[in-house]
């Protein structure tokens, strides 16, 4: 829980701003801050009427997660080609959802479809790199079996935004594969955590999904805690000790500002933005030791008590996607358990009814399920169920796992995981990680400090 303004505002704005990308010759159209693409339907509409004939048939997540996708993704050309390549071989292998394989495939022909598919091949992507400081990066997606192209596009950007074209060449490879949007172009804020544990350094900071252009937002004078995307504008909104007085702030990317947001009495924490990015409920603490949920108007500061907590602490609130329904966690019944109500803050009922405590709930994009971790016989686990408490099933346990995030598409979830140390802190790490709603593939994203409380950021665009 930490904050302060930074002396390298000006130099992060460059960073941070949303740069143009113009797209050339192809049949797709993508310019970041609005991306543009080949329409789908008519691909859609392909593989719903495709025949055993030409051999191709739907592939969903839920296949793939049997039988990963094998894909040969070539070089797209010496320098940059080829990092371009590497970056969107990792985006792709790091679902779990494909098999990416190596080959040669031409970037101005037609490939040898008999070839690819001797090989194993379900699908093959053909590119190449031309230019310096404006870079042209033209691609084509094979359907192997079928012996059709699915996309064929040309993007043209500055020099410094290569990774972000390769993340957009992810994205649509997913999309066009598996009918459901990518978040490869996509980024994560964390709380970057440096020094022993007793004593730690904690910033504000913010990365691309795959831990690479990680930049420091804030000066760590104080503890930074809960940081949590806007859902439609370049905001942040975390938890900060600023003046060791714990309150909710919003970060703006775009300024480097920081403004407090609500002024209460009691300390203010566990920010999330509504689906709509119009305000912000958070829990602020009572006289009698409790808690209470708040609603805050981002543009008036005008503010909304959804729950008299009477002593009990409700916390940790989270809208649904749709925000009709707010899910918390509370007390009030003897232990931290979930509960949901209404967005006014009537109609509440309890979900969660499992063993041990139960905490950090957040709303899937898809709303089909809700995240939360548990706390059971002294150990952590991260888990999902659906809204009405049914189908509880853990993904992963540990030393401590927490703050789960959704990937905007919901198919992915990043959370924090460390582990215990000796009685000096030796051994004592924190990493942000990554694993499938399926409660496969998990990986650390790599950082170079310690880092904590994962936000996923909503698609860019």
């Known amino acids: 829980m930490s904050f302060f303004t930074d002396d390298e505002a000006e130099s992060l704005k460059k960073h941070l701003t949303r740069r143009s990308i113009l797209t050339g010759a192809g049949q797709g159209a993508l310019a970041i801050g609005g991306i543009m693409a080949m329409p789908l339907s008519a691909y859609a509409a392909r593989r719903g009427a495709a025949s055993s004939a030409d051999g191709a048939a739907e592939i969903t997540v839920d296949q793939a997660h049997q039988a990963p996708i094998p894909i040969v993704i070539p070089d797209f050309g010496a320098g940059m080609g080829t990092r371009i390549s590497e970056v969107i071989s990792a985006d792709l292998s790091s679902t779990g959802l494909f098999q990416v394989m190596p080959g040669q495939v031409p970037a101005g022909a037609q490939p040898d479809f008999s070839a690819l598919k001797a090989s194993g091949a379900r699908a093959a992507v053909a590119g190449s ?98 940081p949590r995307f806007s859902p439609i504008s370049q905001q942040i909104a975390f938890l900060s000790y600023f003046q060791n007085r714990p309150r909710v702030y919003i970060y703006d990317l775009n300024s480097g500002q920081q403004t407090i947001l609500g002024t209460f009495n009691g300390i203010s924490f566990a920010p999330r933005f509504s689906p709509d990015g119009s305000g912000v409920i958070m829990s602020v603490t009572t006289q009698n030791g409790g808690a209470d949920i708040y609603r805050v108007d981002t543009a008036t500061q005008s503010r909304i008590r959804l729950t008299n907590s009477g002593g009990v602490i409700d916390t940790s609130p989270c809208f649904s996607p749709d925000g009709q329904q707010i899910v918390f966690n509370s007390d009030r019944a003897g232990s931290p358990q979930l509960y949901i109500m209404s967005a006014t803050g009537g109609n509440v009922r309890r979900i969660s009814y499992g063993k041990g405590h139960y905490g950090s709930p957040v709303w899937s994009p898809r709303g089909d399920i809700i995240a939360f971790t548990r706390l059971n016989h002294g150990g952590f686990s991260l888990g999902i169920m659906n809204p009405d408490g049914t189908g509880e099933r853990i993904l992963t346990e540990g030393f401590t796992v927490e703050s789960p995030s959704f990937a905007p598409n919901g198919r992915a979830i990043t959370f924090c995981r460390q582990t215990a140390s000796s009685s000096g802190g030796v051994g004592f790490t924190s990493t942000v990680a990554v694993i499938d709603v399926a409660g496969f593939n998990e990986h650390v994203i790599p950082t170079s400090t310690g880092a904590s409380d994962p936000a996923w950021s909503p698609f860019r665009h």
């Open 129 to 226: 790199t031309t230019g310096t400081d404006s870079v042209r990066v033209e691609m084509r997606l094979w359907d192997v079996l079928a012996g059709q192209q699915l996309q064929g596009t040309a993007y043209t950007a500055s020099e410094s935004n290569w990774r972000r074209v390769a993340h957009i060449i992810a994205d649509v490879i997913y999309q066009r594969l598996l009918g459901e949007q990518g978040y490869f172009d996509t980024r994560i804020a964390y709380v970057a955590r440096t020094g022993p544990r007793r004593h730690q350094e904690t910033r504000l900071a913010i990365m691309d999904q795959d831990g690479a252009n990680s930049h420091i937002l804030t000066s760590g004078q104080w503890l930074t805690l809960e």
